[in-house]
C-alpha cells in the first residue's frame, strides 16, 4: 500500500469520526428535550418524507429559489455515486474503478453529474447574488448579520470549490486519457472545457492537476461534512429524520397538557380527595414545569427542528407580525433555540449535567414581546419546506409565562377572569347568551 | 329582519322528551359581539328554512377555551372544556356546527383527548351540504349577481384544518365573480385577531395585521370582502373602515351573503 492510498484511509478515518464525534454531540442536545410521541403512521411518514423531503414539495411554493436548490440538491445527490469511487480509488490505489465495468453506464452517470454540477454552479453564483447583491429582506434582517450571514456565505464558497475540483480532476483526466491515445472519456462537459482549459500541458502537469481536482475535491467534502455540525447547513442530513417524524395531525391541533389533565380530571371528580397523598408511584419523578422556559423543557421534535433549521426565513417573510413591524420573527426562535442549545449542551459538558448557568431561553434569547406577537395562524409552519414548527415553541413559551409566572399582557389576564367568572372572553353575564334570538334590530 | 326567530335551545328539547340531530355551537361572539350576532341570526335563518333538526345550548353554552389555549392558558381551557364536554355527553351531541372556526377547531381537534368525540363542521360545510343536496336554492345569486367577491381564508379553518374549498363552492353558487386575494388558501394572511389577539392591544410595529389584510382585499377591487369567522369580520369591517371604504364595500359572512341571497 502506497503513501497515497495510507493517506486517504488517514484522512478518511479522520473525517468521518470527527464527523461522528459531533454528530452524537448533537443527538445528546437535541436528548436534553423532553419526549413527545411521534411513532406510527409509518405509511404517512414514509409518504410525507418522500414528498417534503425528497420529492422538496414544499419549496416549490417559491418556484425561483426552488428550482435554483433543486439544481444544487440534485448535483449533490447524484456526486454521491462519484463519491464512492473516489473512496474506492483512494483505498485501493485504482484509477476509476468503475469505468470498466460499467461502461456506457458510467459515461452516463459522470456525464449527469457533470450537466448538474454545471447547474449547480449557477445556482450558488445566483444564491450568491440574492444573499449579497439583491436587498432580500429575509437575508438582512437583524438576526442575519454576523455568523448567520457568513456561514451562508461560506457554504456556498465551499460548493464552488467543491464543483471546481471536480471539473479540474475530469478535466485534466480528459486530457490524459487522449495524450494518452485512447480517446476522450466523453464526459458531456470535462470532454469540451478540458482540452480548452489544459490543452497542450504536459503530462505531469497534468498529473498534478488531476491530483489537485481529486484531493481537493475529497479534502473539500471531509472539510465541509465537518463543517456541518457548526453550520445551519446541517439540513442536508437533519431534513429527512425531520420531515419523517413531523406533527401529522391538523395544525390547528394544539397539545393537551397531560399534567393540566390529571389536575382538572381531580377536580372534576366528586369523589376525590384533596388531602390525599400522592400516589406513591409519582413520588420519585420531579414535578415538572408547565409550558417552557428553556430548552429543555421543549420536546426533542423542538430541538431537532432547530438543527434542521436552514435559515431561509420563508417562515419569517409569511408571519403576519414580522410583516407589519413586530418584533416576532419565527426564524429567529429556532435559531435561538439553537444556540441555547448548543450553550446548554457546552455547559453540561464541561461542568457536569447538573450545571446551571442561571440563563434561560425565555428572557435572555427569546423576549416575551416576541412570544406574545404571535397570531397562532401557522402561516409559518405551512410555509417551513422541512415541516419545522416554531409555533409550538412560541405557545409553550406562553404556557410557562401564563401558568408558571402569571405573566400575560394585561387584557389577556382580564380575558382570563372573564373566562372564569362569566364564560366568555368578554364581560357579559352569562344569562344574556340568548339575547341574540329575542332582540329586535 | 325585525320579527324574532325561533330557536330551540337543547334544555327545552329535552324536557320535552325530544332531541336534536346538529348542535349549533353559537359561540362567545356570536352570542354577545353585535355584529356577529348578525351572522348568528343568518345561520338560524338557513337552518329554519331547510328545516334542519338543530338547537342551541343558550345560556348553558361557555367559551370553548379557545382564546385561554392559544394564550398559554392550559388550565382555563381544560377546565372550559371539561365542564363544556360533560353538558355536551349529557345531551348525547353528535354533531356540532359552528360560525366559529375558532370553536370548531377546538371541539374538533382538542375536545375528543379530553373525552369529547363528535363530528363538527363549520358552518360553511354545512351550507354546502345544503345547497347539494337541494334543502337550499340561491338561484340566480340575489343581489350579488355579478358582484366581486373575494373570500378571506380564516387562519383556523384554512391552515389549521385544510377547509379551503367549501366556502368557495358556496360563493360560486351566488353567481358572482370571485376573484382571490393574492395570498389566498394556504398563503392566506392572517387579519391580526387570532392567537387572543383579539383581546389585546398589538405590540409595537409598523402596521395593524387587520390594514395589510384589508390592502391585499381592495387590491382586488371587490363589492364584498366575504369572511367565514366573527373574528375576521371585525378585522376586515375595521380595516375597510380605516380606507373609509365602508360606504362601498361590505364585509359580510358566507351565511350573511347566502341568507340575503336566498331572501330569507
Not at chain 2, 54 to 77: H, I
Not at chain 2, 102 to 115: A, D, I, R, V
Request: net charge negative.
Amino acid at each position: 500500500m502506497g503513501i497515497g492510498e495510507l493517506s486517504f484511509i488517514a484522512l478518511s478515518f479522520l473525517g468521518l469520526g470527527l464527523f461522528t464525534f459531533n454528530c452524537v454531540r448533537i443527538r445528546k442536545n437535541i436528548h436534553l428535550g423532553v419526549d413527545v410521541d411521534r411513532s406510527g403512521s409509518l405509511g404517512a411518514r414514509l409518504k410525507t418524507t418522500l414528498l417534503v423531503a425528497f420529492g422538496q414539495k414544499k419549496m416549490f411554493k417559491r418556484p425561483i429559489p426552488a428550482l435554483l436548490h433543486l439544481c444544487i440538491y440534485a448535483a449533490f445527490l447524484f456526486t454521491q455515486i462519484e463519491l464512492i469511487e473516489i473512496f474506492a480509488d483512494g483505498i485501493t490505489g485504482s484509477h476509476r474503478a468503475f469505468q470498466a465495468d460499467l461502461g456506457v453506464l458510467y459515461t452516463f452517470s459522470i456525464s449527469l453529474i457533470e450537466v448538474l454540477s454545471v447547474l449547480a454552479f449557477v445556482a450558488t453564483l445566483a444564491f450568491l447574488a440574492r444573499r449579497n447583491l439583491l436587498k432580500i429582506p429575509r437575508f438582512t434582517m437583524s438576526e442575519m448579520t454576523g455568523w448567520p450571514k457568513l456561514d451562508g456565505n461560506l457554504i456556498l464558497y465551499f460548493e464552488i470549490l467543491l464543483i471546481c475540483f471536480i471539473f479540474m480532476m475530469n478535466g485534466a483526466d480528459e486530457v490524459l486519457h487522449i495524450q494518452d491515445g485512447k480517446g476522450t472519456y466523453g464526459f458531456a462537459i470535462s470532454s469540451r472545457i478540458g482540452p480548452v482549459l489544459f490543452g497542450g500541458m504536459s503530462v505531469e502537469t497534468l498529473h498534478l492537476i488531476e491530483q489537485i481536482g481529486w484531493w481537493g475535491h475529497i479534502c473539500m467534502v471531509f472539510v465541509f461534512l465537518n463543517y456541518l455540525p457548526i453550520s445551519k447547513h446541517f439540513h442536508i442530513i437533519l431534513a429527512f429524520p425531520n420531515v419523517f417524524y413531523s406533527n401529522l395531525q391538523e395544525k390547528g391541533k394544539f397539545t393537551n397538557m397531560e399534567s393540566v389533565k390529571k389536575e382538572v380530571e381531580l377536580m372534576f371528580d366528586p369523589s376525590a380527595d384533596p388531602y390525599a397523598a400522592p400516589a406513591p408511584d409519582a413520588s420519585d419523578a420531579a414535578p415538572t414545569r408547565f409550558g417552557a422556559k428553556d430548552i429543555t423543557d421543549l420536546s426533542w421534535k423542538n430541538l431537532l427542528d432547530a438543527y434542521t433549521c436552514t435559515e431561509c426565513g420563508r417562515c419569517t417573510s409569511s408571519c403576519p407580525a414580522n410583516q407589519t413591524g413586530k418584533k416576532l420573527s419565527p426564524r429567529k426562535i429556532m435559531m435561538d433555540t439553537r444556540d441555547r442549545m448548543e450553550e446548554v449542551g457546552r455547559n453540561k459538558r464541561k461542568n457536569g449535567k447538573d450545571h446551571d448557568d442561571g440563563k434561560s431561553l425565555l428572557g435572555d434569547y427569546i423576549s416575551e414581546e416576541e412570544v406574545w406577537a404571535c397570531t397562532s395562524c401557522n402561516a409559518c409552519v405551512e410555509e417551513c419546506p422541512v415541516n419545522i414548527d416554531p409555533l409550538s415553541i412560541i405557545i409553550d413559551l406562553r404556557r410557562y409565562l401564563v401558568m408558571e409566572e402569571s405573566k400575560a399582557p394585561s387584557e389577556l389576564t382580564t380575558m382570563f377572569t372573564n373566562i372564569e367568572n362569566n364564560g366568555a372572553p368578554w364581560q357579559f353575564s352569562p344569562m344574556d347568551r340568548l339575547n341574540w334570538a329575542t332582540e329586535e334590530h | 329582519m325585525s320579527e324574532k326567530i325561533k330557536v330551540p335551545t337543547m334544555q327545552e328539547l329535552a324536557a320535552s322528551g325530544n332531541s336534536a340531530e346538529i348542535l349549533f355551537w353559537v359561540g362567545c361572539a356570536g352570542s354577545f359581539d353585535d355584529r356577529a350576532k348578525k351572522i348568528t341570526k343568518a345561520v338560524v335563518q338557513i337552518l329554519n328554512k331547510c328545516e334542519v333538526s338543530y338547537a342551541v345550548l343558550g345560556t348553558e353554552e361557555t367559551c370553548s377555551g379557545d382564546p385561554a389555549k392559544r394564550a398559554g392558558n392550559e388550565f382555563l381551557f381544560q377546565m372550559q372544556a371539561f365542564q363544556n364536554i360533560q353538558l355536551l355527553n349529557g345531551y348525547d351531541v353528535k354533531k356540532i356546527v359552528t360560525a366559529c372556526p375558532h370553536c370548531f377547531n377546538t371541539l374538533k381537534n382538542e375536545y375528543p383527548e379530553l373525552g369529547g368525540t363528535y363530528e363538527v363542521i363549520h358552518h360553511s360545510q354545512l351550507i354546502q351540504d345544503l345547497i347539494n343536496s337541494g334543502k337550499l336554492a340561491v338561484q340566480g345569486g340575489g343581489q350579488f349577481k355579478g358582484k366581486r367577491i373575494t373570500f378571506h381564508d380564516p387562519c383556523y379553518l384554512g391552515r389549521a384544518n385544510n377547509v379551503y374549498e367549501a366556502p368557495r363552492e358556496i360563493l360560486s353558487r351566488l353567481d358572482a365573480e370571485l376573484v382571490e386575494m393574492k395570498r389566498c388558501r394556504t398563503k392566506g394572511l392572517c387579519c391580526g385577531a387570532g392567537g387572543a389577539q383579539m383581546f389585546k392591544e398589538a405590540e409595537a410595529g409598523n402596521k395593524e395585521v387587520n390594514i395589510e389584510r384589508t390592502e391585499d382585499a381592495l387590491e382586488t377591487r371587490p363589492d364584498v370582502i366575504a369572511t367565514g369567522c366573527p373574528f375576521c369580520n371585525t378585522m376586515m369591517t375595521d380595516g375597510v373602515k380605516n380606507f373609509n371604504k365602508e360606504g362601498e364595500i361590505q364585509t359580510l359572512d358566507i351565511a350573511e351573503l347566502i341568507a340575503q341571497a336566498a331572501d330569507l
